[in-house]
């Protein structure tokens, strides 16, 4: 019986893990105020609105993940974006990490058991995540003066896809 419900669970989450959008090679992403600014347009608010709704969003101190209908396809084509400019060169396109010369640190890669794994884990796994981007992790820099919080949700959910 627990065998069942095991093969039950893992082929539905197989099921729910949507594949991220493939963005136009010559995309740049937003940064800064820009970000801002556009998310506002998207939005139909102001940039100082967009703001304030994304201060809103928790930074990964408090184990919680943004609430449903926070990012939409806008975002997710943004951290799409920004993965393949910013990422893929350590982390791999698919979140698969390349070789890395001998003494330098490894990335871990996403796909396969190890997606599954993060699936698996929650909000609490996903602001871990959130807080390894924003502050860094060994030889990686944070991102968290260059991006908002949404674009970093938005780039933990763009992994979990993987
Ligand atoms: C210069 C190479 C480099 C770039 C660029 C880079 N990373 Fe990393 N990243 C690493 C390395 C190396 C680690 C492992 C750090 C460790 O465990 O000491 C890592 C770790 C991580 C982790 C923690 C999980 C793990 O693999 O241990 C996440 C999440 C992550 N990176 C996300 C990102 C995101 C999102 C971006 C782009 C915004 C990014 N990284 C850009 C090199 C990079």
Known sequence: MRILVGVLVLSLVGCTATKPPTPKADAVPHVGDDWFVWRGQTLGITADQARA??????????GTAPPDGTLDANTQMEAAILWSQECA??????GDAPEVAEGQAQPRSWGGMAAMGFLMGG????AGIYTTIDQGKGTMAGWG????REQMWALVAHI???
Do not use: V
């Open 53 to 62: 709704r994304d201060a809103k969003l928790p930074d990964g101190t408090d």
């Open 89 to 94: 060169r350590c982390h791999g396109q698919e």
């Open 123 to 126: 909000d609490k796994m996903r």
């Open 145 to 148: 003066d260059a991006l908002s």
């Open 160 to 162: 979990e896809s993987f």
